[in-house]
């Protein structure tokens, strides 16, 4: 089975995906998501201008010689229009493998280890109060884990809100990427959110109780110490996870929160390689591994990284925020539901408008994640609908702090 062509579909339905389908001889198409939030054309082109020439023609099944042959042979690897490349090709392949096997990709990944991924989902509101409601939606829509964030007194717009809670909540419609001609900028105080954060864990133990587990995002924006003083701080309302509390190229960081704090740390949505989690997984300095399946080289690359995690006691959070397409979450379904080191799944669901675009057969049910038993990844591309919603430049937010000077966003 060779492959005949290999196109991409960049398409817009409420935010912008980049699709590449890889079509067989045979007839058989594999679908790979190569989004970049804000970056998206430049994976296009990579794909467009670099790699479909070089696919046209090889044996669709060698999927790890594929991999090989187009991160060792551009010479330039890793780096996230590369690896996001990479991971798009990687997933059409395994859908196109398990497709021609009749199997869900799963199956070729090892088989299921437990019935269904537990996933979370983004509870956020300006203030307590609007937090609650969103908690409470959350529940009532069967989520069994949640990340909480708010906005902070004093600052007028904070990563990981919501602007609207239209629908009570319950769809998280939280897009940061904003089709406009120049960033967004934000304002940003950390002193103001280590004095916040723990008076809104405070309130929502005190109105949920112990057993809901909570998560929470510091969006690469802490000091190494100033990180360390907030998971301290954060230790008696038992986090799930705090995720990204430092900027991700700085691993030593992890070591000096590491030294100070029991809370759980996740991180690594921002890392596109393995080599990127050495230090953080031999020294043990993490407990969660935030890759995304898109941007790390695909499931044949997450496949080892998560190996490789295992190792050394870190488990699985693979990264699926709404700029993770349905074809990128239904590549992590497949993966949460094979490996053996599975923690939690981020899951923040698609606008009916994606799910007009990407059909997809994966379910949320009881809190629990669950890959459909379609054979290949169970995600269909309706082209005609995708031509409907043409491609909007977009931009995520700037931020600064509130002098004025460029701050991790
Ligand atoms: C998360 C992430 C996202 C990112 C987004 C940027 O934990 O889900 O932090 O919300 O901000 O992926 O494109
Ligand atoms: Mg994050």
Redesign the pocket.
Known sequence: MKIESAETVVTSPGRNFVTLRITTTDGVTGLGDATL??RELAVDSYLRDHVAPLLVGRDAGRVEDTWQYLYRGAYWRRGPVTMAALAAVDMALWDIKAKAAGMPLYQLLGGASRTGALAYG?ASGRDVPELFDSVRAHLEAGYRAI?IQTGIPGLDSV??VAASTAGGGQRYD?E??RPTALPVEEAWDTRAYLRHVPTVFEAVRSEFGPELPLLH?G?HRMTPIQAAKLGKALEPYDLFWL??ATPGEDQAALRLIRQHTTTPLAIG?VFNSAHDYTLLLQDRLIDYV?SAVTHTGGITAMKKLLDMAGHYGAKSGI???T??SPVGMAAALHLDIAIHNFGIQ?Y?RHTPETLEVFRTSYTFADGLLHPSDTPGLGVELDTEAAARFPYRAAY?PVNRLTDGTVHDW
């Open positions: 939030n804000g983004h990340r990563y990981g939280y940061p990427a995002d969006h995720e990204d949505e935030r990264h699926g925020p700029d993770i981020e923040m995520l």
